[in-house]
């Protein structure tokens, strides 16, 4: 590895339409891909994608975080120390999405080198990943979509809500249960969009409808044992995991809890994710591997993470490949009958194409 070098690129991906996430409204995907290694396929790949408005850096505070990690780590590389030692990437923890990039990287490259894996990221536990349909309004996409999820084998479809009227919210609920029927379970996310008593009353405008959970319905999170006690909802936690990283025992008692949501891009890296994955099966709760709209080098790799915290295949949130006009794959890569095939997903990522982006380190 001590000969290995270090790339880091910057891309900007158009969205096939605006993305809507709390105030900040995205036309494109920006971000870094490290690249460590001599050639295409003798390398490891890696995605920092910090999203606006939900990751604690930006674009530009990723890029000089990773250019700093790529002169230490070149360091490293000459004492033949490992890039995916948990101390040696314990500087990027103030910038979760680079630290994301470089463990992927690191992992990305002894996997390349033919280093064999009983566990972490690419230990092929399984082959398949199920994925979570995504349902976005309004209501005659979010028909479409369903109609689309039921036809082709999706057994799970997370809709969004908390983005028009309650009552628009739960009429599109019903009218996708309506054409999903027992097929698909569902699944909602409100990104903590309301006070209480709304969120309340949505729960009303829904009851009857078999619902997995909802994703943080609450502006106030601290009141989300109070709503599942009397709503009767299933609550899952999102952004409530990112604010508890450094509280101990933090899911310990949340029995009126169903899942937790796992997205390294926020959380820092998918060793912090499986650590948050076995601690919720302790817990009796759900782990869900899920996406921050990264580009397809990204989601690679968190179709690996879906496949390895848990033997039981828990549909992942990984249906925003689709939000991307472009890709940096040149090949890209899809769903089949509801799940995604992780050796095709491999054969898309040898497929990535460096000159679409714009170097901006090379050592």
């Known amino acids: 590895m001590n000969s290995s070098t270090i790339e880091i690129y910057e891309y900007n991906l158009p969205l096939v339409a605006p993305l809507h996430l709390g105030k900040n409204v995205l036309t494109n995907r920006s971000g870094l891909i490290i690249k460590i290694g001599h050639d295409e396929r003798k390398a490891g790949y890696g995605d920092i994608a910090p999203l606006p408005g939900f990751n604690p850096e930006s674009i530009a505070e990723a890029r000089e975080a990773a250019i700093r990690w790529a002169d230490y780590a070149l360091e490293l590389m000459k004492s033949n120390e490992d890039l995916d030692d948990e101390e040696v990437l314990r500087s990027l923890t103030a910038t ?67 983005r028009q009227s309650i009552k628009k919210d739960a009429e599109m609920v019903h009218e996708v249960l309506g054409i999903v029927g027992d097929r698909v379970e569902l699944r909602l996310d409100a990104n903590r969009a309301w006070r209480y008593n709304d969120a309340i009353a949505f729960a009303r405008a829904v009851e009857g409808v078999r619902v997995a959970y909802i994703e943080e319905p609450l502006a106030d999170s601290s009141r989300l044992e109070q709503f599942a006690g009397e709503s009767g909802m299933p609550v899952a936690l999102d952004e409530s995991i990112a604010e508890g990283l450094y509280q101990e025992d933090f899911l310990q008692n949340k029995t009126w809890a169903r899942a937790v949501i796992l997205k390294p891009t926020l959380l820092g ?25 990264e580009s397809g080098v990204g989601l690679i790799a968190l179709a690996h993470l879906a496949a390895i915290i848990t033997e039981e295949d828990i549909p992942a949130g990984l249906d925003t490949y689709e939000w991307l006009a472009e890709d940096l794959l040149e ?33």
């Open 331 to 363: 090949r890209r890569f899809q769903a089949h009958n509801g799940r995604l095939d992780l050796a095709e997903l491999d054969e898309c990522a040898a497929s990535i194409r460096l000159d679409r982006m714009e170097c901006i380190y090379r050592a």
């Open 96 to 162: 979760p999405s680079v630290l994301f990039g470089a463990e992927c990287a690191a992992l990305g490259l002894a996997y390349a080198a033919g280093a064999t894996f009983t566990d972490g990221l690419f230990s092929k536990t399984r082959r398949y990943v199920s994925v979570n349909g995504y349902i976005n309004g309004p209501i005659k996409s979010a028909i479409k979509k369903a109609q689309f999820l039921r036809d082709n084998g999706y057994i799970a479809a997370k809709i969004k809500v908390g």
């Open 269 to 293: 890296g998918t060793r912090t994710a499986e650590d948050w994955a076995s601690e919720a099966v302790e817990c009796g709760l759900k782990p869900v591997v899920s996406s921050c709209f």
